[in-house]
């Protein structure tokens, strides 16, 4: 691909690469089909940097008296700041230049381990180790790398290399391992649009081999692949061909197939000829004949003409498919890895060439060359850019699906610290296995995505989906430890194992969250809400819940939903038995720091509570009167501010004024009381699940009891004067 004639440098800048000469740029195709990028561009969050390795452990007293001065400096600023790649290259390029082999085996493992996609540093560990003299580790690196960065045209270039270098080529298994390299390579990343100089490779090495037929065959698959410099592959073709023997480029099966339709044509033709000089012959001569079992150059040529003819077809399709994806490819800038974030164009691109692709693969595009002729059918020349609104063979739906796969790795280098791309991927592989999505998940947050949490809690979801509770336990507990004190980190946990039925485990979890939390008063109010939840609804255990709740009171006594909770806990029980209860609620919470519209709320509520279940009128009206008197203060504030007595900005913002406006007109000798209607149980609704595991930024919104069921706390009563006569 073409990031891999771009290497990253010791200091992190970009420089050429000297792996293999690229042959020269054929023309662009005629743009025959032209698609811009559509869609609104989304502008993504700046990759957040992964989090700290721990450092490795200090080396014994011999490794470190052989490692150079600076080394210490630099490997301590690179680890207590893993994320900043200046300082990891930086350190790479003093110890590239001190030529210590400790200190650049040590660096380069650290480093790879970190960025393993950065493909020139696998190069340069490979080449340190075959210096060393270590062509097994040396290969071992390759291998390494290969795993991590598959798609890298130039890391494959290199680990051949070094097998050619390294091996035994007298010894006759040696060229069935090279040749086995080859393969592995072509299938790991030949359906790259720039892997033409590996597939050049492998032509070349087939070549110096001798086997004509085998370089042939390479050509022959390389024909049906879209890549950049598709045309040269066709030239080379045609070159051998016209340069051998037919016999020894084509397969044993096309040239005894082709020579045989050769020789039926030409018999046919000779049998024409042979009528018209028939009798201009004289007589008793014979028709010369052609020594048995030999070719004219005549056939020879025709054998050439009829191969290339069958490759015609083969040619033009895949010209057809290059010239579909020009447009696409030449929007791509970046296609290497780095840290620094892509711009909007860049990540929009790719987006839309991803777009493209799975489109074609679900047959959303119709090529162009079938409309022209709707009655074509696809041939086994052109296979390798089937029909998709035809009936397709499964063998080229596997071979589309492998190009969008293929299509979203190089996207994943390039932007390896974006999530929605993760995450993309994931979705397209939906149909595929639990293990193969799984690989995927744990490429993306065990290396490249550490402090994202978003994808790490589409993991666990995952796993708790099929089941593995284990492992979904592990990847939040490992999230915790990367990014320390994420609530909803932390509720995830706590939900995952009342969900495997561990309600112990669960609630130790939220306790521990509320005994670390004391010295933030709003997170540990909200981490104790969440508890009682739990020990009410789950656990059935209201004493206890009532413990969490009052006991956080007395770290937030002006946190006005820890007494919305414990009035709702008091009133959710036995009516009869709850009446005190609620009331002392009520009473703590118009002596606690609390606003005037939370008070009257809770004052409401507690006048509610006496109406519906009390079982003497004295008790009724003792509730109402302390909840007018609430009323004409909250009144008399309002008028002494209104007034210019204070100042109106340090009255609550939460203040109703339609209430006050209510109090306002009450006459004194004529009472009267707020309608009120039951609100939706604080205690029992847990309203940050409604936007979503993410949506804390409203921990605390609870439902505006003002407005609860269309009447509101604000409207008056409108029975009888007498029924609560004044007192």
Not at 117 to 133: H, I, N, P, T, V
Not at 138 to 157: M, Q, T
Request: hydrophobic share 35%; with cysteine; glycine share 4%.
């Amino acid at each position: 691909m073409a990031a891999e004639v771009l290497e990253m440098s010791g200091n992190g800048e970009l420089e050429q690469t000297s792996a293999m000469d690229v042959t020269e740029d054929p023309p662009p195709p005629p743009p025959e089909i032209s698609e811009e990028n559509g869609g609104a561009a989304v502008v993504p969050e700046a990759p957040a940097d992964p989090d700290s390795l721990s450092e490795a452990p200090a080396a014994d007293n011999a490794e470190r008296a052989g490692l150079p001065s600076d080394f210490e400096c630099l490997w301590t600023a690179a680890n207590n700041n893993p994320q900043d790649f200046t300082s990891w290259t930086d350190l790479l390029q003093y110890c590239e230049q001190e030529g210590n082999f400790t200190a650049s085996r040590r660096a380069l493992e650290a480093f790879l381990a970190r960025y393993p996609l950065c493909y020139g540093y696998w190069k340069k560990y490979a080449d340190l180790e075959r210096r060393a003299g270590d062509n097994s580790k040396a290969e071992e690196v390759c291998i390494r790398g290969l795993k991590a960065i598959s798609l890298s045209v130039d890391l494959w270039i290199h680990y051949i290399n070094l097998l050619l270098g390294t091996l035994d080529m007298n010894l006759s298994d040696s060229p069935e391992r090279i040749r086995s390299v080859f393969e592995d390579a072509v299938v790991a990343a030949g359906l790259d649009f720039h892997s033409d100089r590996l597939w050049d490779l492998y032509v070349e090495w087939e070549k110096e081999q001798g086997n004509m037929k085998k370089a042939a065959a390479v050509l022959d698959r390389v024909l049906k692949v879209p890549t950049q410099l598709y045309n040269t592959h066709y030239d080379k073709f045609k070159e051998n061909l016209n340069n051998n023997p037919p016999k020894e480029v084509l397969s044993s099966e096309e040239y005894e197939e082709l020579r045989a339709l050769c020789r039926q044509s030409q018999k046919a033709e000779r049998a024409e000829q042979a009528q018209e000089v028939e009798e201009e012959r004289p007589p008793g001569e014979e028709e010369p004949t052609t020594p048995e079992g030999t070719d004219s150059e005549e056939l020879m040529q025709k054998i050439r003409e009829q191969a290339l003819l069958h490759r015609d077809k083969v040619y033009q399709d895949n010209e057809a498919e290059v010239r579909k994806r020009w447009h696409f490819e030449e929007a791509i800038k970046r296609p290497y890895f780095h840290v620094k974030p892509l711009d909007r164009l860049q990540l929009q691109a790719w987006h839309s060439y991803l777009d493209w692709e799975i489109a074609e693969l679900n047959g959303d595009h119709k090529d162009p060359a079938a409309q022209s002729d709707p009655n074509q059918e696809g041939t086994e020349e052109s296979e390798v850019t089937p029909q998709h609104h035809e009936a397709s063979t499964g063998d080229s739906v596997a071979r589309d699906d492998c190009r969008v796969r293929i299509l979203f790795e190089r996207c994943l280098i390039a932007c390896a610290l974006y999530e929605e791309v993760w995450t993309r991927y994931i979705q397209y592989l939906e149909p595929q296995s639990v293990d193969v999505k799984r690989a995927v998940y744990k490429r993306a947050c065990e290396i490249h995505l550490h402090n994202k949490p978003n994808i790490h809690m589409q993991w666990a979801t995952f796993e708790e989906r099929h089941g593995n509770f284990t492992e979904a336990r592990r990847v939040l507990e490992a999230l915790e430890k990367n990014v320390p004190g994420l609530v909803v980190v932390r509720i995830r946990r706590a939900a995952l194992e009342r969900r495997a039925g561990q309600l112990d485990q669960s609630e130790a979890l939220l306790t521990e969250a509320v005994a670390a939390s004391k010295e933030k008063p709003t997170l540990h109010a909200f981490y104790s809400i969440k508890l009682a939840r739990l020990l009410l609804k789950v656990g059935s255990n209201p004493s206890r819940a009532r413990s969490v709740l009052q006991e956080a009171l007395e770290i937030s006594p002006d946190n006005d939903k820890l007494h919305l909770n414990l009035l709702e806990l008091e009133a959710s029980g036995d009516p009869r038995a709850s009446a005190e209860a609620v009331q002392e609620c009520v009473t703590r919470a118009l002596a606690a720091p609390l606003t005037s519209h939370a008070k009257l709320l809770l004052s409401q509520r507690g006048l509610q509570f006496a109406e519906e279940y009390s079982g003497s009128i004295k008790s009724v009206l003792s509730v109402y009167e302390e909840h007018q008197k609430l009323l004409n203060e909250i009144g008399k504030t309002k008028r002494e501010a209104e007034n210019g007595d204070e100042d109106p900005q340090k009255l609550s913002k939460n203040e109703d004024s339609s209430t006050v406006a209510a109090a306002e007109e009450v006459p004194p000798t004529m009472p009267q009381v707020p309608i009120t209607n039951p609100p939706p149980s604080v205690i029992g609704t847990d309203t940050s699940a409604q936007a979503g595991y993410g949506a804390y930024s409203s921990w605390y919104q609870q439902p505006q009891y003002g407005s609860y069921g269309g009447y509101g706390y604000q409207n008056t009563w409108n029975y009888n004067q007498a029924y609560y006569p004044p007192c």
